[in-house]
């Protein structure tokens, strides 16, 4: 589908087009018809959880920023974004940005690392957080920041200069060669005894994490990095691969380890709840499924959409087992499936048109984690995917609050152009319709071209910034 034939929201101009737009492509999306500002939102109603009070039910999620120092360290750019979450009004802060637990598991040179040197900054950016909150809202006893936990697995580009340097778990037949993993190179992959000692660092890291200050810490387990790679191990031999209770073992042991040697410290889980094979652009820009090799029936990812959610469930009830409440749903990987993980208009510099409208992936996501909720009351779930709704955000979030279809809206690219959107509704002020995102996807299109992220567009600061002109120069290359 071209972009040309897809309806840009911003040209909806009234609820009733939207309306009119959802059911003319079939996207199922709740809306309400009045937004309420609080008392009376059911955005402004606060809810006690396992990992603390949280005072509203709007959320911040993982944003990176690909800002920090080569050591690890935070920069000033980084302290500008998480005062900015601060700033957004909203009172679940669910991980502020990935963090790797050891040098080798950066997605890119610039990620934060979590180390003895980096602790002291890393609480700071907390620390800062809460201070811009404090200064606009008055009080942060109902801010709930957590600190969200990662290895990138076959993502891994720690290095500068060095292009990437892959660990995984298993070989996959489409992956490895998209990311330059040769055929014979054993040295990618975990061992039983390397992954003990990174359960060894995780753990490390959250001890971390509480002395920083952080009441909890996410496990990552979405987006193709290694705690989501754990659950598609379905061919890897040995402890951590096969049956469901082998894939698995990577977050039990993790939790283990944690509540033994971290006591106090509230524990998290963002999960990619469905997955797809990879896609690539077609003969016309146009994502197409990948070719997967007629001989081999096995499909290499947890909880493939087609085949529904039942992984998904399970893994839920294990985490309910475990005695964690909080999970955020996210979906696939922006690597190979970024039209399932993002929906958006406008495609990053690696990526491909979109095959649908992105209303319909906003609504995959939606209704996905209303099942999920609706089978699993024991846990809270965080929803994803709401950005690419622009005007239409604030309707649908409080609609689907109010349906019990997730107990909080998470907002990720959202968060970099319009971060106050959360405050102004709350309040009952018009939205800024010039920062709103579009997603034209510069956020991922810089630092996919070793440029610090940020949204170039409609964010005065990145627009003044010299790696602006650079990413207008690679655009018009590309």
Not at 329 to 344: D, E, F, L, M, N
Not at 391 to 405: D, G, K, S
């Amino acid at each position: 589908m071209s972009v040309e034939r897809i309806t840009r929201v911003a040209r909806l101009r009234n609820i009733e087009q939207f309306r009119a737009h959802l059911a003319r492509i079939g996207a199922d999306l709740p809306l309400a018809d009045e937004l309420l500002a609080a008392p009376a939102s059911p955005m402004a109603q606060a809810l006690q959880t396992d990992l603390g009070p949280v005072g509203n039910r709007w959320c911040i999620l993982p944003m990176e920023g690909w800002d920090g120092a080569l050591d690890g360290q935070p920069t000033d750019l980084t302290l500008r974004r998480w005062r900015r979450f601060g700033l957004s009004g909203a009172k679940l802060i669910w991980g502020g940005e990935a963090v790797a637990v050891r040098h080798e598991g950066r997605a890119n040179p610039n990620q934060l690392l979590l180390n003895e040197a980096t602790l002291p900054a890393i609480a700071g950016l907390r620390q800062a957080l809460i201070e811009a909150h404090l200064a606009r809202f008055g009080g942060a006893d109902d801010l709930c920041i957590g600190l969200q936990l990662t290895h990138s697995g076959r993502f891994c580009r720690p290095d500068p200069g060095q292009g990437m340097q892959p660990r995984t778990l298993y070989r996959h037949p489409l992956l490895d060669a998209k990311f330059g993993i040769a055929a014979d190179d054993e040295a990618v992959l975990f061992s039983d005894d390397d992954i003990a000692r990174l359960i060894e660092d995780f753990v490390a890291a959250a001890r971390l994490a509480q002395r920083a200050g952080f009441t909890w810490v996410d496990i990552k387990h979405c987006h193709g990095y290694l705690g989501h790679e754990f659950l598609s191990a379905f061919r890897r031999p040995g402890r951590y691969g096969g049956s469901f209770e082998n894939r698995t073992r990577f977050l039990c042991e993790v939790v283990a380890g944690i509540r033994s040697e971290v006591p106090g410290l509230g524990i998290a889980v963002r999960l990619s709840a469905f997955d797809m094979i990879p896609w690539k652009p077609g003969a016309d820009g146009v994502g197409v499924p990948d070719d997967w090799p007629d001989d081999d029936p096995w499909p290499p990812a947890f909880a493939t959409h087609d085949a529904g959610l039942q992984e998904a469930h399970r893994f839920l009830s294990l985490l309910a087992e475990l005695g964690i409440q909080m999970v955020c749903i996210t979906a696939g990987s922006p690597y190979y499936v970024p039209h399932i993980q993002r929906p958006a208009l406008f495609p990053p510099s690696d990526g491909y048109l979109p095959p649908e409208d992105p209303l319909l992936g906003v609504a995959r996501q939606i209704q996905a984690t209303a099942q999920l909720k609706a089978a699993h009351p024991r846990l809270l779930f965080t929803g994803s995917g709401y950005s690419y709704l622009q005007e239409w955000l604030p309707q649908v979030a409080q609609a689907a609050v109010q349906a019990e279809m997730v107990d909080f809206v998470g907002l990720g690219r959202m968060a970099l152009s319009c971060p106050e959107l959360p405050a102004d509704t709350l309040a009952g002020r018009p939205l800024q319709r010039k920062l709103l995102c579009r997603t034209f996807s510069d956020c991922t299109t810089a630092p996919r071209n070793n440029l610090v992220s940020g949204c170039y567009p409609l964010d005065d600061f990145y627009r003044d910034r010299p790696e602006a002109h650079t990413l207008a120069a690679l655009k018009q290359e590309g």
